[in-house]
């Protein structure tokens, strides 16, 4: 038997252990022990009862995804599944950790479950672009009922012990030992002879539907809704229906078929290429090993505008204590009134508890007084966006907080290197870039100044962790990554327009891609005077956004911007007053208007911008084309299934990128548009951006 099954006997109860570090997620050989192990339980008469338990942080985290590439090997997870239905004896699933996926469908085979507190179980293929595979939308709903098994299945997210006890899908939470807990019940189940009942034979929680079939539809119709273009939403309801109207057997088969679709399509492939590029991206090749991050007791934030409310509100939910400096009583209590109100209204929504609320306000505290900070081990700026207003900052910082905190700022373009010698300790400062809002979006770019050092590098990354987010690690230039390209996209959208495109046809180009929102649209919402004032401080114009500005067009906040907006809607409509606009501008430029299609349009907005990654990578402000995927998946709002900018320009194929952008180039004048030295190398030899790393 392979060494990442264990098996042993307490008694008359055989123990079967995996154990493949870190999080035992389910291979080839983990399941070919798991069937040797079970045969060999079934056919030992002296064994009365089993345990499934697993050694190390958690129960077997899902199949193993870096197989999914290749063709499957038996036994399959359904085969292990199989075996555990065919045991006339009692098994029982010992849970902690997170049993997630085919771990948990491990789990739903099983007789029993018993979990440790704080235990979170989930199936979330769906991130994965997939549908469980091993029985999840047979056995779950049988057990648990349509209304939550649907919830689990089709958001991806986890459940608390407590909510799985409730519901059915554990039998038991024990606070002793787990696996000695586990025997226990076993024990007791064979004593009492209980009747072994598997989820698949089951029907109680599913007799209501099964009476009213058209409720299925109606529990269905929102997730429906929200699957746009998705094919493993569409997928996994389908599946979760033949539980009412498909015998369970046949049901069990259509859904590994299915899965297996799933798995071998495109969006699947993207979306596991996003799954390991994010815990690629926190890693730093050149970081020693060693290196101890500093262990954040107390964090500081600079700042009690919207981003440093937010930023505050990042640490109090990860129960780090903080507080927030300001300069004047009243900024810091709108500030924190701010953060009070956001956090009530999570409560509202059914996010948070009234004594979760209370305990994340009590972590934040408020001061006027720099001198409070001197203890803390990591201090964020997040003032105002002026690099005078910054030297005055850093200084005082400087002057006032203990050696060996991180000092990090949160501009969104500002120089970090020069940032950093307003201090001196340049070594500990670096950049940590939130995006707003701050508590919600998880992308934070950790900005590598040329001082910082290794520790004040390991404590962003581990903190960023540690408070959730996603981090990725890039040098110091003119936006970092995420902006940079961001700006290069707003350049040619704006060219578009005043080549005959409209702000919907701009923006309709893109949702249609798969973007939550087009570039037009989420000026909109952000405000156009912020991108104003950016351009005017640096002498730069944007003739369509800057006329808007001009007329108190400033988005949805004065209820007109690049769309109309109707009090209380945001609902963008075409305003014919900026298509006047873009007309008449067009004529006083000179620039004849032409139809452009939608695939024209997306070409013109996205092949720049992975010119510009390309030239991010040759310059090494990012590490590789999967860290970029990243910041434009998470922070951008690039669709997941299209596996992010320089993942999606592979499938392209890179020759062709390179030809449409030497025509862009001749057609637009504009030398920006020529393709980068790195895109021409890796085109001429048949490469792409994914094979970077792998002999450069
Ligand atoms: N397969 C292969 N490797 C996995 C894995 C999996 N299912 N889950 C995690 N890993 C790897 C990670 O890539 C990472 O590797 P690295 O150290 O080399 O970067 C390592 O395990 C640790 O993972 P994390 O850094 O993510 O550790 P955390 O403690 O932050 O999170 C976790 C642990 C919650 C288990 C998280 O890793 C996770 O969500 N994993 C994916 C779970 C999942 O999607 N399971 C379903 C798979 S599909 C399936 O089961 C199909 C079935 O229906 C047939």
Excluded at 174 to 200: G, H, K, Q, T, Y
Excluded at 457 to 471: C, D, E, F, Q, W
Excluded at 496 to 515: H, S, W
Excluded at 536 to 552: H, T
Aim: glycine share 10%.
């Amino acid at each position: 038997m392979p060494d990442v099954v264990e098996f042993r006997r307490e008694g008359a109860i055989a123990v079967i252990t995996v154990n493949h570090p870190p999080v035992n997620a389910l291979n080839n050989a983990m399941r070919k022990g798991l069937v040797e192990a079970l045969d060999r339980a079934r056919n030992d008469n002296d064994i009365k009862g089993v345990v499934i338990a697993a050694a190390g942080r958690t129960f077997i985290a899902g199949a193993d995804i870096t197989e999914f590439n290749q063709p499957p090997v038996s036994p399959t997870t359904i085969d292990v599944i199989e075996a555990i239905d065919a045991m006339p004896k009692p098994v029982v699933a010992a849970l902690h950790g997170t049993p997630l996926g085919g771990g948990l469908e491990v789990a739903l085979g099983c007789h029993f479950r018993v979990a440790a507190p704080g235990t979170r179980l989930g199936l979330p293929e769906i991130k994965l672009g997939l549908m469980p595979g091993a029985g999840g939308t047979q056995r779950l709903p049988r057990l648990i009922g349509m209304d939550k098994a649907m919830a689990m299945i089709l958001t991806g997210e986890q459940i608390t012990a407590d909510q799985a006890r409730d519901s059915g899908l554990v039998d038991q939470i024990v606070s002793d030992d787990l696996v000695s807990s586990a025997v226990a019940f076993a024990n007791r189940v064979v004593a009492e002879n209980r009747p072994l009942i598997r989820a698949r034979d089951r029907d109680d929680k599913l007799a209501d539907l099964r009476a009213n079939p058209a409720k299925f539809d109606e529990l269905a119709a929102p997730y429906a809704k929200r699957a746009r273009g998705l094919h493993a939403p569409a997928k996994a309801l389908e599946a979760l229906r033949w539980t009412l109207d498909v015998p369970v057997a046949e049901a069990l088969i259509r859904e590994r078929d299915a899965f297996i679709e799933l798995k071998n399509g495109a969006q699947s492939k993207a979306q596991r290429h996003i799954f390991f590029a994010e815990r690629e991206a926190a890693k730093v090749s050149d970081l020693p090993k060693d290196v101890k991050p500093v262990d954040v007791k107390r964090a500081a934030v600079i700042g009690a505008g919207t981003m440093g409310g937010g930023i505050a509100m990042c640490f109090a939910n990860a129960g780090i204590p903080v507080t927030v400096v300001e300069t004047g009583a009243d900024a810091l209590k709108r500030g924190l009134d701010l953060v009070a109100k956001n956090y009530q209204a999570s409560a509202k929504r059914g996010g948070m508890s009234a004594e979760d609320v209370e305990t994340r306000i009590g972590l934040i505290h408020g001061t006027i007084d720099i001198g409070e900070i001197a203890d803390t081990d990591m201090v964020i700026e997040a003032v105002f966006e002026d690099i005078g207003v910054k030297r005055e900052v850093f200084g005082k910082l400087d002057s006032t907080v203990k050696p060996g905190a991180v000092l990090a700022t949160n501009t969104s373009y500002l120089d970090v290197n020069e940032i950093a010698h307003f201090t001196k300790r340049p070594q500990s400062l670096l950049g940590m870039h939130f995006f707003s809002p701050a508590n919600v979006m998880r992308l934070l770019e950790i900005v590598r100044g040329a001082d910082t050092d290794p520790q004040a590098l390991a404590t962003a990354i581990g903190i960023a962790r540690k408070i959730g987010k996603v981090p990725v690690v890039v040098g110091v230039c003119h936006g970092f990554v995420g902006n940079r390209i961001l700006r290069v996209r707003s350049t040619e959208a704006e060219r578009l327009l005043l080549e005959g495109a409209l702000p919907q046809d701009v923006d309709g180009a893109l949702t249609a891609f798969g973007f939550p929102l087009g570039p037009f649209g989420v000026t909109d919402l952000a405000g156009l005077d912020i991108s104003w004032r950016m351009r005017k401080a640096q002498g730069a114009r944007a003739e369509i956004a800057d006329q808007l500005c001009e007329m108190g067009r400033f988005g949805q906040k004065t209820g007109k911007g690049f769309y109309l907006y109707e009090a209380g809607s945001r609902t963008p409509k075409p305003d014919p007053e900026v298509e006047a606009l873009i007309v008449a501008t067009s004529q006083r430029l000179g620039i004849p208007r032409r139809a452009l299609s939608r695939d024209e349009i997306t070409e013109r907005l996205l092949f720049p911008m992975i010119n510009e990654g390309a030239r991010i990578l040759e310059e090494g402000i990012a590490q590789r084309a999967g860290d970029i995927d990243v910041i434009w998946v998470y922070g951008y709002g690039f669709p997941a299934w299209r596996g992010g900018l320089m993942y999606y320009a592979d499938q392209v194929g890179l020759p062709y990128i390179r030809d449409r952008l030497t025509e862009f180039a001749k057609q637009a004048g504009d030398p920006k548009h020529e393709p980068a030295p790195l895109l021409k190398r890796l085109a001429a030899e048949g490469r792409g951006f994914g094979s970077l790393g792998k002999d450069n």
